[in-house]
């Protein structure tokens, strides 16, 4: 069992910045891919940005540019830096994860934090 727990969620302005984090504990191997997903209400969730324990990064459209995803490795924790925020990217924001366990795909999900951008 793998548990994530995110933090860093809040209410900002427009044009500002929000750094969210997000730690997984428990049987987490070493080769995994770790990604940030978004809700809002009355839409479907959507794929944000994803990493792989080896770096490589893919973002949607509509935030690159703007939000950076990085992983420490060692702490087993993966950050979403959000800059140039717009109140269009307001949602409830989830972590993932997913790893290979014993020859099948597991798929780990945060409880969601939070983000409100205000015009």
């Known amino acids: 069992q793998v548990q994530l727990v995110e933090s860093g969620g809040g209410l900002v302005q427009a044009g500002g910045s929000l750094r969210l984090s997000c730690a997984a504990s428990?049987?987490?191997?070493?080769?995994?891919?770790m990604a940030w997903y978004r809700q809002a209400p009355g839409k479907q969730r959507e794929l944000v940005t994803r990493i792989s324990s080896g770096g490589s990064t893919e973002y949607a459209e509509s935030v690159k540019g703007r939000f950076t995803i990085s992983r420490d490795n060692a702490k087993n924790t993966v950050y979403l830096q959000m800059d140039s925020l717009k109140p269009e990217d307001t949602a409830l924001y989830y972590c993932?994860?997913?790893?290979?366990?014993?020859?099948?795909?597991?798929?780990?999900w945060g409880q969601g934090t939070q983000v409100t951008v205000s015009s």
């Open positions: 428990g049987s987490i191997f070493s080769i995994n891919l």
């Open positions: 993932n994860l997913v790893q290979g366990e014993g020859g099948k795909s597991y798929d780990y």
